[in-house]
Nanobody
Framework: QVQLVESGGGLVQPGGSLRLSCVVS????????MGWYRQAPGNQRELVAA???????NYADSVKGRFTISRDNVKNTVYLQMNSLKPEDTAVYYC???????????????WGRGTQVTVSS
């Protein structure tokens, strides 16, 4: 069974930094893409950053220049380095993996349970 476990959330002051990690476990054939989403109270879940198997990245305009997504293919882990954090970055952050369980099989989306990031003085 595929599982995603996030870590690294917490409370930080404005202007501070946090690094989120998400590791996938279970039997998978390949990972097409990895991503981070966030959801603040009263808001819809939104894409923060994504990275493909080839290393192409995509960022929400609100985090460009402040956040960096990266991956470790050996460890099956995706990271989100968040710098210059703002109060409006406060949300629950979820990681997402788009994977193939077996060769020639369909793609599946898996989600972590989320980690809280709070930016406040």
């Amino acid at each position: 069974q595929v599982q995603l476990v996030e870590s690294g959330g917490g409370l930080v002051q404005p202007g501070g930094s946090l690094r989120l990690s998400c590791v996938v476990s279970g039997s998978i054939f390949s990972i097409k893409s990895m991503g981070w989403y966030r959801q603040a109270p009263g808001n819809q879940r939104e894409l923060v950053a994504a990275i493909t198997g080839g290393g192409s990245t995509n960022y929400a305009d609100s985090v460009k220049g402040r956040f960096t997504i990266s991956r470790d293919n050996v460890k099956n882990t995706v990271y989100l380095q968040m710098n210059s954090l703002k109060p409006e970055d406060t949300a629950v952050y979820y990681c997402n993996f788009n994977v193939q369980i077996r060769r020639w099989g369909p793609l599946y989306d898996y989600w972590g349970r989320g980690t809280q990031v709070t930016v406040s003085s």
